[in-house]
């Protein structure tokens, strides 16, 4: 463990303290933090919350860099240590590993800088060619996604899903609250492709299945986006799914189509028509908001023009399971061998490098 091997942790988080103004940050948490102890601070409500969520999101960042740079300087005491002579190499070999983790661990989370990165997600799966076997590949992939939401934490509701007649699912809606989710699951926007044995085919042949995942931030109180209603249609139908009295009894999920721009959303998720009508506005306008956040990026892929062609050539993702086993990023280039963890949930190794690779190209 040598001098420089410190000096380059040191160089790197002085970038990074720079890069997330992190000065700045502390100095707005002491405003922040003053500002919500004025006896009137809740009188809005709408304007608090929005301070509280500033105060939050500047601590995250904060308490990330003040435990690396606690870590680094534990690192130099015991250097200080081994070069008096001390009985510390096993010492000084971990705490550099720690070290170094953390600082990676920084510098990959320094890649969600936006302010959408910070939200949580609305992620949508839709089956595409492949018919049957296309529909079971869409619910692995809701099992990924929800395994992983789950194994960091993240609340999973599940807004809207529309069921094959054989098996799997055509169509699913997800809403994962929690820090960053957005941030995290924006690099799986676009088409997952399959190669495996079809569990369909008597005759036991490879078959190629295509699904699409379509990822947008969930919008807030804080976020100003206006929605005539003239610009809205609505309809309702029966849920789907199992319990409850009302369902398949009476029509309380609800289909709204923004005439403008041709989104359309539906929500299922209570037995209450008006909560369904709220969750539905709400989705319609996160989905808005990230139409409006395309344009504003324009180093961005277009999305939606991938979704349209759901075959053949425009997968961003390839999960084969046979003749090899083998998942590759065709953007980052990432891929493993290990495929079952992958399909248990265990993606930030893909989500780390999509990130990692789509700053380096900015």
Known sequence: MTQENIADIRRRLDNLKRFLN????????????????????????????AVMKEIKLNKFWLVDYENTERELEDLKVLREFYEAGENVEADLKAQYQKALGLIDKLEFKSTLDRPEDSMGAILEINAGAGGTESCDWASILLRMYVMWAESHGYKIT?????????????????????EFAYGFLKGENGVHR?????????????QTSFASVFVSPIVDD????????????????RSSGAGGQNVN?????????HIPS?????????????????????????????RELEKRYEERDKIEGTKLKIEWGSQIRNYVLHPYKLIKDTRSGYETGNIQPVLDGELDDFIKAYLLHATKKV
């Open 22 to 49: 992190i000065d700045e940050r502390r100095m707005k948490i002491m405003q922040d933090e003053a500002t919500s102890a004025h006896p009137d601070f809740w009188s809005d409500p709408k304007k608090a919350e």
């Open 158 to 178: 599940e807004a809207e899903r529309t069921d094959d007649d054989v098996a799997g699912i055509r169509s699913v809606t997800l809403e994962i609250e929690g």
């Open 194 to 206: 399959l190669v495996r044995i079809s569990p369909f085919n008597a005759q036991g042949k490879r």
């Open 222 to 237: 804080t976020i100003e986006i206006n929605v005539p209603p003239s610009e809205c249609e609505w309809d309702t139908f």
């Open 249 to 257: 009894k009476v029509e309380t999920a609800v289909r709204v189509r």
């Open 262 to 290: 041709g989104i359309v959303v539906a929500c299922q998720i209570t037995r209450s028509q008006h909560d369904n009508r709220e969750r539905a506005l709400q989705m319609l306008k996160s989905k808005l908001y990230e």
